[in-house]
């Protein structure tokens, strides 16, 4: 069985996103690649701002892997995609396995918009969040992962200034590492629950009562 199994849906298979983001990954150092996931019922950001993400990733030359639709991919900087792929600095791909990248080694951050799965999968990977809620709970559970629990950080943009402190703010941050560890911990242990928890009050109250 290859080391990274590819994942199919109503026939249509996903094996090249997930070579193509996983293998790229085998090839980074430790804890150097930032994860980007916003989600995939919408564009939760807009062509601007991903324009000003895009223009901040290649000025601080941090390696990442950014899910973003191709609808959506208008907002890029020209030519944005083809000096990704000269320079091996970074990949844009439509779909990823989040489960599996969150687990990666390489990935040392994920910049997510706080939804329910996203939270849930990055404090299961032990992974710091650099957290842009979009709408709705997004907001609360943010709230949570800041100021509860302190396993990341809100950024309210995507200057180079705010996501170049927001990174270092959080990695290697040792008290954030343990909060981090424990959270998984109980959550793994009570994953049948939790599975079957439908919001973060749920998962709060498996993990501190």
């Known amino acids: 069985m290859p080391k990274h ?4 849906s109503n026939n249509v298979t996903f094996w090249e996103q997930d070579s193509a983001c996983l293998h790229w990954l085998d090839a980074q150092k430790p804890n150097s690649v930032l994860y980007i996931a916003f989600g995939s019922w919408v564009s939760p950001i807009g062509e601007p701002k991903v324009r000003a993400l895009a223009t901040t990733l290649e000025a601080l030359h941090v390696p990442f892997v950014w899910v973003l639709g191709p609808a959506w991919r208008q907002g890029l900087p020209r030519g944005y995609e083809k000096r990704l792929w000269d ?3 970074g990949r844009v791909v439509s779909w990823a396995p989040q489960m599996e990248v969150l687990r990666h080694s390489a990935v040392g951050w994920f910049l997510t918009h706080c939804g329910w799965n996203s939270t849930v999968e990055a404090v299961r ?3 710091p969040m650099l957290c842009y809620p979009i709408a709705g709970d997004q907001f609360a559970n943010c709230a949570r992962i800041v100021e509860e629990w302190r396993v990341g950080v809100r950024l309210s943009g995507f200057g180079r200034r705010e996501l170049e402190e927001g990174m270092k703010s959080v990695l290697g941050d040792g008290e954030m590492s343990g909060k981090l560890e424990c959270l998984c911990e109980v959550s793994l242990g009570d994953e049948a629950r939790v599975r079957a928890s439908d919001n973060l009050n749920a998962f709060v109250d498996l993990v501190f009562n």
Do not use: M
Not at 5 to 8: E, P, V, Y
């Open 5 to 8: 199994q590819a994942h199919t």
């Open 125 to 127: 990977c032990r992974k």
């Open 87 to 89: 320079s091996q600095r």
